[in-house]
């Protein structure tokens, strides 16, 4: 199993900077990409960013240049570095968490989520 908390959301107006951290514990030797998505109200969860094997990212086209997936293993934490916000970033943000098992020749993926963080940007 994987916990996931997430922290660092808030309140801000436009053209700010905010910093997610989603701290991972329990069997995360096997995580093998984190993430994080984000929903808005009456709309459906989106990947914004994803890190993958702690060395390959990929984001959501509208965040490209303005967000950074980053992920300190050493520390179990992953962070999302947010500049130039708009009111269109404003969503619950989720950490997420994949984890590969591999049990001869079968394979198992895992997924989890944390609790989710409000991120609000207004003016």
């Known amino acids: 199993q994987v916990q996931l908390v997430e922290s660092g959301g808030g309140l801000l107006q436009p053209g700010g900077s905010l910093r997610l951290s989603c701290a991972a514990s329990?069997?995360?030797?096997?995580?093998?990409?984190m993430g994080w998505y984000r929903q808005a109200p009456g709309k459906q969860r989106e990947l914004v960013a994803i890190?993958?094997?702690?060395?390959?990212?990929n984001y959501v086209d509208s965040v490209k240049g303005r967000f950074t997936i980053s992920r300190n293993s050493a520390r179990n934490t992953m962070y999302l570095e947010m500049n130039s916000l708009k009111p269109e970033d404003t969503a619950v943000y989720y950490c997420?968490?994949?984890?590969?098992?591999?049990?001869?020749?079968?394979?198992?993926?895992?997924?989890?989520w944390g609790q989710g963080t409000q991120v609000t940007v207004s003016s």
């Open positions: 329990g069997t995360i030797f096997t995580i093998n990409a």
């Open positions: 890190i993958i094997n702690e060395d390959t990212t």
């Open positions: 997420y968490a994949k984890r590969t098992v591999i049990t001869g020749p079968e394979s198992y993926d895992y997924d989890y």
